[in-house]
Nanobody, 115 residues
Framework: QVQLVESGGGFVQPGGSLRLSCTAS????????MSWYRQVPGKERELVAT????????NYGDSVKGRFTISRDNAKNTVYLQMSGLKPEDTAVYHC????????WGQGTQVTVSS
């Protein structure tokens, strides 16, 4: 069974940094492209970043380009999201998602950016 477990969220002041982690199981992680999404109550889920199976290709949403970096460690079945220059509008629940299994979601990790 596909499982995705996110961690690393928290409370941070504007301009701060956080690194999110998502550990996956139940599928061949090293062959599957992965993504990070975020969601605010009452708004549509927003695609934040994607990474290819080998990690060589990444793409970012316009709102996070230049501030966030997605990476992965296929030996650990884990995808990361390094976030810097955080802004209050980055406040959301962050989820990872496997491209081959889009219907599966973890519990997410809350990121709150506030002074």
């Amino acid at each position: 069974q596909v499982q995705l477990v996110e961690s690393g969220g928290g409370f941070v002041q504007p301009g701060g940094s956080l690194r999110l982690s998502c550990t996956a199981s139940g599928f061949t992680f090293r062959r599957c492209p992965m993504s990070w999404y975020r969601q605010v109550p009452g708004k549509e889920r927003e695609l934040v970043a994607t990474i290819s199976s080998g990690g060589s290709t990444t793409n970012y949403g316009d709102s996070v380009k230049g501030r966030f970096t997605i990476s992965r460690d296929n030996a650990k079945n884990t995808v990361y999201l390094q976030m810097s220059g955080l802004k209050p509008e980055d406040t959301a629940v962050y989820h990872c998602n496997a491209a081959w299994y889009p219907e599966y979601w973890g519990q997410g990790t809350q990121v709150t950016v506030s002074s």
